[in-house]
């Protein structure tokens, strides 16, 4: 069945600097969905991509989604305290018409 | 506009009782999705339903795990029999359309078995 890899599992960085996450799918995905968990909380639906090497951006958050629609990437410029948490993407199938999660990417930001 | 809403938010249930889990979507949202979390883990896949019917349980236990989407009233996950291993936070989540939209989660129900 589809799966969707994420990596890194977890990422520490000092406050300031960059941060990225990479998600890949074993198929090719009709579109590709990120979303941001805090501690103790619940998966915040933050953007979707749709088309074939898409770009999107939201203030210090850049997320792009690759040209074979199988693989996609977040990235945060200058990190602060808020950005904690963890960071899901998830791979939509326009066949199942569910998504599927990766396994997350924990970011700690030191202050 | 009341979100997506589950309860209850904490949940103790002894090994062998069983346990029901409560989601009313969005107002708009027709689709229902289950997820089960494990701590330090990602979001699993269990049940896609729509109103009456189940588009997808491919990711349910084949044994003690039913969920259902009546015509009235809330999504109910229900667990029979809870065993240790059953505990975990589930996320029931809501969209307006099958999987191309963005999904709405709740605040999720922690079940402890003890």
């Known amino acids: 069945g589809q799966q969707v890899m994420q990596i890194p599992q977890y990422q520490h960085v000092q406050e300031g600097e960059d941060f990225t996450t990479y998600c890949n799918s074993s198929?090719?995905?009709?579109?590709i969905q990120w979303y941001k968990q805090r501690p103790g909380g619940h998966p915040v639906f933050l953007i979707q991509?749709?088309?074939?090497?898409e770009v999107k951006k939201q203030k210090r958050l850049t997320f792009q989604f690759g040209e074979a629609k199988k693989n996609s990437s977040l990235h945060i410029t200058a990190t602060q305290t808020t950005d904690v948490g963890t960071y899901f993407c998830?791979?939509?199938?326009?066949?199942?018409?569910?998504?599927?999660f990766g396994q997350g990417t924990t970011l700690q930001v030191k202050p | 506009n009341a979100g997506v809403m589950q309860n209850p938010r904490h949940l103790v249930r002894r090994r062998g009782q069983e346990a029901r889990l409560r989601c009313s979507p969005m107002k708009g949202h027709s689709h229902v999705y289950w997820y089960r979390q494990l701590p330090e883990e990602g979001l699993k896949f269990m049940v896609y339903?729509?109103?009456?019917?189940?588009?997808?349980e491919s990711g349910m236990p084949k044994e003690r795990f039913s969920a259902e989407f009546p015509k009235e009233g809330p999504s109910i996950l229900r667990i029979q029999q809870v065993v240790r291993g059953d505990s975990a936070a589930y996320f029931c989540a809501s969209s307006p359309a099958g999987g191309n939209y963005g999904y709405t989660f709740g605040s999720g129900t922690r079940l402890t078995v003890v």
């Open positions: 198929t090719t995905l009709s579109n």
């Open positions: 339903l729509q109103k009456e019917n189940i588009i997808d």
């Open positions: 998830a791979g939509g199938s326009s066949n199942t018409g569910k998504l599927i």
């Open positions: 991509l749709v088309k074939s090497g």
